[in-house]
């Protein structure tokens, strides 16, 4: 059975949220690339498939 402590869990998710965060700042994200950099979609773009 694995053992995980929720308090280390929640705090790494915490870090990893505030990082992407300031990564996609005012951007519309889509993706990111193999950097890690999110692209800046328009905010339209995903209707183009309606």
Request: charged residues 30%; hydrophobic residues 35%; glycine residues 6%.
């Amino acid at each position: 059975m694995h053992n995980f402590n929720q308090q280390k869990i929640l705090k790494r998710l915490e870090v990893k949220v505030e990082r992407m965060v300031e990564q996609i700042g005012d951007k519309s994200p889509h993706v990111a690339r193999a950097d890690g950099v999110y692209d800046d979609m328009p905010h339209d773009w995903w209707t183009s498939g309606f």
